[in-house]
């Protein structure tokens, strides 16, 4: 877990720092001058402002995350039994060990569902209203 996250926070930090630059100045301004506090300005100005690099970002994560394959290759092999195994490492093994191209193809399948599944419920998660 954490040579994932130090291997994706690079990207994650850049698109975040990018939408924060982006967040206008005389909104801040705004919310100061009615009086909110800096809480309240995160809340009710900055956040809504990047609210479509948040959805990107993790929607991004969490696809890379039910896809993690290299490191968990490299570092265990799906081992000591298959606790630190995925779905895309067991894929791997029944289509590349095991030789059964079918069986990997309907987990391909399977993972797709998944992540498709994930991604929709995130993206009504994030989703706003016309007012916004």
Not at 88 to 102: A, L
Request: proline share 2%; charged share 15%.
């Amino acid at each position: 877990m954490l040579v994932s996250l130090w291997k994706n926070i690079g990207f994650t930090m850049v698109i975040l720092v990018a939408a924060l630059q982006d967040v206008p100045e005389s909104l801040n301004e705004a919310a100061v001058l009615d009086g909110a506090n800096a809480f309240q300005r995160f809340v009710n100005v900055t956040a809504p402002s990047i609210r479509h690099a948040l959805l990107f970002t993790s929607v991004i994560a969490v696809i890379a995350s039910l896809q993690v394959f290299d490191q968990v290759y490299v570092m265990t092999r799906g081992g000591p039994l298959f606790h630190t195994e995925t779905l895309v490492t067991y894929m791997y093994e029944q289509g590349f060990s095991e030789f059964r191209s079918g069986y990997a193809a309907a987990i391909a399948w399977v993972l797709f569902l998944l992540i498709m599944l994930v991604s929709l419920i995130q993206l009504r998660l994030f989703r706003y209203s016309d007012v916004d």
